[in-house]
């Protein structure tokens, strides 16, 4: 997957649950992680001034999906884009799903 920094103040991490694995964004940049055609759980996380570490959990991401971090001044959105897994009509396991 993709994960795509648009946010205008911060550095963000992609984080995928399980194998630690990681990667970090810059702002206004990118960074790629789990390839693998499976579903994901993630977190994305980013320095907040009132806690070490802020963030958002999603679940039911696929392998080739992008990832967004939007926002400012600590009001930061996460939202994801899953054209391949959407194409071939693909839905999360239910265990495995964004509520």
Do not use: R
Not at 73 to 84: A, E, K, L, N, P
């Amino acid at each position: 997957m993709t994960f795509h920094n648009l946010a205008t103040d911060t550095t963000a991490s992609l984080v995928i649950e399980g194998p630690a694995s990681s990667c970090t964004a810059a702002i206004g940049g990118i960074c790629g992680l789990g390839a693998d055609l499976v579903w994901y759980t993630i977190d994305v996380q980013w320095p907040n001034s009132g806690n070490p570490i802020d963030g958002e959990q999603k679940h039911g991401i696929y392998g080739h999906c992008d990832v967004y971090l939007q926002g400012s001044s600590g009001d930061y959105t996460v939202t994801h884009h899953c054209s391949m897994a959407e194409n071939a009509g693909l839905e999360p396991p239910a265990g495995n799903q964004t509520k």
